[in-house]
């Protein structure tokens, strides 16, 4: 009865919202530790415990899908669940022992461009949204070459332009996929 | 005396012209004229199949009879759920028109989904495909007959299949009202349900008579209709078999809009349906294959909506 | 001899400027189609669909067999530069064609492609002609336990691609079947890890998916490599060689034997080109005399998969023209294509309309020289991708990947999702997880739970042993698991 109603309420958005946060809580810490303690293997322990800790959300829920049927719906989840967690038992005895690659090391300034330019993806999700899907893949090219110190700037703008009408053509034009307006430009006009 | 004829058919036409001017404008203010840009028509399933097909076709009759240009968008997903979230997110205008099957009524119910099923106006009820019961000609069980004698002899052992919802519902149906048991084995795609009849793994497939349009290795056992099909003249109805209640199962196709469409959009919707309704392309298209065509409008449709969703949450909830 | 002359009929019927121009616009449009990430064959044929309404019915189905039969092409060419797999049968084709471009030899990886297809697609052909009544009354009997035998058969291929990092392999295998897990249950209908979103009801689509897993999580580790001002690979001055004749003949019997099992899975309506060109390149590693190298750039592995889901075409239109039932997405939608002119596809097109069915045969004969053509001169064109430097490869490909991703549905979840798997699979890579069994852990999934339920519906658990072609299958799924892992241990015993 209880382990149901847990259920229904992780099921839902802000139940995601309450799991992510925990899992967040979970790792946070767990990072700041590695990282005094200089292991090797730091990241490599940050996706185990992800792993392990969807792993048991998704078991979690599982009991709470209604039963139906010869072999239920949950069943499948719960064979697979059991595998990783039987992998992840493996690869962390492995990591204790040392037998395991340590994690690749890689300078903070390369690292650092990554988590920028999957910011810059996470913004341009938004400004397709917001402006529209030819505005926003415009500022994305222009952006995303210049982030990558690409620096001729009538490049810049031919690259950009020159690929925007492509897919003009192609797909808004011949193939007709319906590229979301944005809601900010049909507001603006009226 | 001509002059002054002359001057009056000048002042009656000037009268004339301004009052139909003046009329027109106040016309226009009570109905806008309709449509003034292109109407998009949502499809909730994946482009090429039947609703696709369907859709399409209707934009092309549609074409003969009216210059509004259609443009088909397929918004498939998650049971027709998406498209429905799409239109209920756009104006209410009659731009957005959204081709609709019983199976979205299904869908609806079997996801629990919190649509209200009204937040769409149901305006046309145009294909109405009865539902079949379909056996394998190179299988032991073929006829009608033969199906419930071996049901009735091995209860709870005789394999149905078909596509959840619709045609699930349907195999409920006729194992409730025939008195048998069987054991139901959902497939997503009917293609794959019917090459287990022709294989041999399963005994029953449940459909529609354009199922088997090609395929020499199948054949329908008995139809749902009041009465035999012209197309398929050997083919028994539930009735001639004994079991009532079964008369008018079947699969429907038809097109509905945002609730809260203007009285007059909804209206120009009825005249062209009506139109493409009796278009003998149209006709002959659906016909062939054992489909009834009809012009259901609003009010009789959003009714037969209400006694649909009655009907499938009793048989997919329990 | 009968055949033969209904053949040479065919060719007869679709002598003419109207046949040939629908073959080569179906061609030009299927390779695009297919190079494409996003848009899959079976979206290509459906795109087309509407255009073919108004001409003779001849013509659309020669038109949009071209196009089916040139996008399975067409997906490889994508994977090999850019590691952008453009369908999901071409993802067994990059495991072995982007290393080649890495290594500056792009041009070994797109002419071993091009001609594998042409090999693969004209078996193909020629199996669907010469033997399709039997082979389509076997592809019938398959129980669903024989599916599911089938699929785990799929899975076994993840111990031979695995390497040392099993443990990793395995991890990623089952990530990518439990994610698969994610939606309504097809079977009773359950609503699972949904979330309460409508967008999640049918899990993740598995293109989005895929263009993540593959284009972006190596987009992402081109940057952090940090060298954005140069290309993919540094020997530019070789990327454009090609295989000589003698070097094709040498993967003869790889192409021929992944041909065969490609038509042959091809046939089975419900496993599709992907899984056939998985099995096909699995069994190329196993069979050859360097499964080291496969992985690495090894030119068998490109033909293995090419020339397996070309050939799933021929397959695929087994049990649509003997029995009407569609073997694949895009076979579907050719019934569509046939329904819009009053023809019902089925072994009774044979008798009433034979200029249909033998012009459809002679015109795939005639589509594939054409691809071939048109392949030939077009990754001499295309290779010079790999000449334009990542700064602004690196934006292009994430802008077309998120094209792509939304032309799946129309809907900007899938372009985060994309963003989502790709920002994941960066993070798995980097740490040894491989790529590849997610795709196959999301390949097979569903085919495999579904066909277990529905053949323990329809049978109970002893099904799958008492059945003699499932039990086969199985006992050689476990041997396929075991073997690679028995071998590494005897290897290195650590």
Known sequence: MTIQRINTFLDSPLGLGVLLVFLAGIEIPLYLFLRRKESPYKSQILILVSLVYLSLVFLLLSFAFPVKGKVSAGVTPRLWILGILLCSLYLAIRINKGKEKSDPSVSSSQSRMVFLYILLCLGYLGAIDLLGFFPASFFFLLIGMRLLSYTHPVGLIVLSLGWIAFLYLVFYSLLSVPFPEGILIPYLLG | MKRVMKQRLLLLGIVLFVSTLTFAAGKKETAPAFPTKPIRLIVYTAPGGALDITARKFTDIASKYTKATFVVENKAGAGGMIGWEYVLSQPADGYTLMAVTKTLIANLVATDSKIDPFSLDWIAFLVNDPECIITGVKNKVKTAQEIFADAKARPGQQIWVAPPGVDEVMTYKVWAKAGITGKYVPYDSGAQAMAAVIGGQAEVYVGNPADIQGKPDLMIAVISALKRLPQFPNVPTFKELGLEGLDEESMWRGFAVKKGTPDPIIAWYDDLFAKVNQDPDWRQFFEKGGMELVHYKRDKFNQMIKSELQDFKTYLKK | ?494
């Not at chain 3, 179906?26 to 979206?43: N, Q, R, Y």
């Not at chain 3, 994610?179 to 689509?205: A, C, H, M």
């Not at chain 3, 008798?351 to 002679?362: K, N, Q, S, V, W």
């Open chain 3, 1 to 494: 001899m009968e055949l033969i002359t209904h053949l040479i009929e065919g060719f007869g019927y679709i002598a003419g400027i109207a046949p040939f121009l629908a073959i080569v616009v179906g061609v030009i449009a299927g390779i695009f189609v297919g190079a494409m990430p996003g848009l899959s064959p079976s979206m290509g044929v459906a795109i087309l669909l509407p255009f073919t309404f108004k001409m003779p019915p001849l013509i659309g189905l020669v038109l949009l067999t071209a196009v089916y039969l040139a996008s399975n092409y067409g997906g490889s060419i994508t994977a090999v530069t850019i590691n952008t797999p453009g369908t999901p049968s071409a993802v067994a084709t990059a495991f072995d064609g982007y290393p080649l471009t890495l290594q500056g030899k792009a041009g070994w990886g797109l002419g071993i492609s091009l001609v594998a297809s042409t090999v693969g697609g004209m078996v193909g052909i020629i199996i669907l002609i010469v033997f399709s009544q039997p082979l389509a009354a076997v592809a019938v009997k398959m129980h669903p336990a024989e599916y599911f035998s089938l699929a785990l058969f799929g899975l076994s291929t993840v111990a031979s691609l695995a390497g040392k990092d099993w443990a990793k392999a395995f991890t990623a295998a089952l990530l990518g079947l439990l994610i698969n897990t994610i939606g309504i249950d097809p079977i009773s209908g359950v609503k699972r890890y949904t979330f309460g979103e409508t967008s999640l009801f049918d899990g993740f689509d598995f293109i989005p998916a895929l263009i993540g897993l593959f284009a972006l999580s190596e987009v992402f580790s081109k940057i952090e490599e940090g060298s954005w001002k140069t290309r993919l690979s540094g020997e530019i001055s070789k990327q454009e060689q090609w295989p000589t004749l003698k070097d094709y003949w040498n993967l003869k019997w790889a192409t021929l034997q992944a041909s065969l099992v490609g038509t042959l899975i091809g046939i089975f309506p419900g496993a599709g080109s992907a899984i056939a060109s998985f099995l096909a390149y699995d069994l190329g590693k196993r069979t050859s005399k360097h499964p080291e190298t496969f992985g690495k750039g090894n030119p068998e592995g490109v033909a293995a998969a090419e020339a397996a889901n070309s050939a799933s075409v021929g397959g695929a239109m087994v049990p649509l023209l003997t029995l009407g039932i569609p073997g694949s997405a895009s076979t579907a939608v050719l019934i569509g294509a046939l329904m819009i002119h009053d023809l019902a596809p089925g072994p009774l097109l044979f008798t009433e309309r034979p200029d249909l069915i033998y012009g459809l045969f002679a015109s795939m004969f005639v589509a594939n020289g054409v691809m071939f053509l048109l392949g030939y001169w077009g990754s001499r064109l295309w290779i010079k991708v790999t000449k334009v430097p990542l700064n602004v490869l690196i934006p292009l490909i994430i802008s077309i990947a998120s094209v792509g991703s939304f032309a799946v549905k129309n809907s900007l979840f899938d372009v985060g999702a994309c963003f989502g798997f790709g920002v994941v699979g960066w993070v798995l890579k980097r740490h040894g997880y491989p790529m590849a069994p997610i795709v196959l852990g999301m390949v097979l999934g569903k085919l495999m739970e579904v066909n277990f339920r529905r053949a323990v519906i329809m049978g109970g658990y002893g099904v799958f042993f008492y059945r003699p072609a499932s039990l086969i299958l199985l006992l050689i799924s476990i041997a396929a698991f075991a073997y690679p892992l028995v071998q590494m241990r005897k290897e290195s015993p650590n």
